[in-house]
T-cell receptor
Framework: AQTVTQSQPEMSVQEAETVTLSCTYD???????LFWYKQPPSRQMILVIR??????QNATENRFSVNFQKAAKSFSLKISDSQLGDAAMYFC????????????????FGQGTILTVHP | DTGVSQDPRHKITKRGQNVTFRCDPI?????LYWYRQTLGQGPEFLTY????????KSRLLSDRFSAERPKGSFSTLEIQRTEQGDSAMYLC??????????????FGDGTRLSIL
């Protein structure tokens, strides 16, 4: 079974600074996707960024970028120029093929990292 | 695109009662997922549907839990004889069918269940 581990329960950053959130995962599959989701307090889960395992190039979405190390099974999220609105719980998630291998299945989430942004 | 809608937003009930939650996915989405999230934790997968077919159920899903998607549109999740441990946020997500490429899952706001 796949597992996702986020070893940082809480992180904090000053506004306009850069912060990196860590995530490691365990899988024996070669075809999968990795995601970072953001969940503000009492609000909806929002997709921040995703990475295809077969792509060596790290994904980037505006101020958000990832460092994907496939051999090390590591997938960290870097937030540049942090803003107050970035404060939220961040989840790393894994998605592999379903049991039949015909499509992609469920998401497996890590425990989450609470990010606090100080003005 | 009106997003994934869940009803009710909050449910408070006494232990032993039955509860039912509803999820309306994004209209053209074939896939519908249910997750459970306890306070301070990441969501855990419960079950998912492709159209009306329930394709996978988690071993976490006891016999007291049942989910349906009778016409391949909205879905219901029922919990019978609720227990204290059922207190959680129940999240629904939907996505287009993805065979060769991942289609992102879009989440609803969730239904928060509190068992007294």
């Amino acid at each position: 079974a796949q597992t996702v581990t986020q070893s940082q329960p809480e992180m904090s950053v000053q506004e306009a600074e850069t912060v990196t959130l860590s995530c490691t995962y365990d899988t024996s599959e070669s075809d999968y996707y990795l995601f970072w989701y953001k969940q503000p307090p009492s609000r909806q889960m929002i997709l921040v960024i995703r990475q295809e395992a077969y792509k060596q190039q790290n994904a980037t979405e505006n101020r958000f970028s990832v460092n994907f190390q496939k051999a090390a099974k590591s997938f960290s999220l870097k937030i540049s120029d942090s803003q107050l609105g970035d404060a939220a719980m961040y989840f790393c998630a894994y998605r592999g093929r379903n049991a039949g291998g015909t499509s992609y299945g469920k998401l497996t989430f890590g425990q989450g990292t609470i990010l606090t942004v100080h003005p | 695109d009106t997003g994934v809608s869940q009803d009710p937003r909050h449910k408070i009930t006494k232990r032993g009662q039955n509860v039912t939650f509803r999820c309306d996915p994004i209209s053209e989405h074939n896939r519908l997922y249910w997750y459970r999230q306890t306070l301070g934790q990441g969501p855990e997968f419960l079950t998912y549907f492709q159209n009306e077919a329930q394709l996978e159920k988690s071993r976490l899903l006891s016999d007291r839990f049942s989910a349906e998607r009778p016409k391949g549109s909205f879905s219901t999740l029922e919990i019978q004889r609720t227990e204290q441990g059922d207190s959680a946020m129940y999240l629904c997500a939907s996505s287009a069918l993805d065979t060769e490429r991942n289609q992102p899952q879009h989440f609803g706001d969730g239904t928060r269940l509190s068992i007294l």
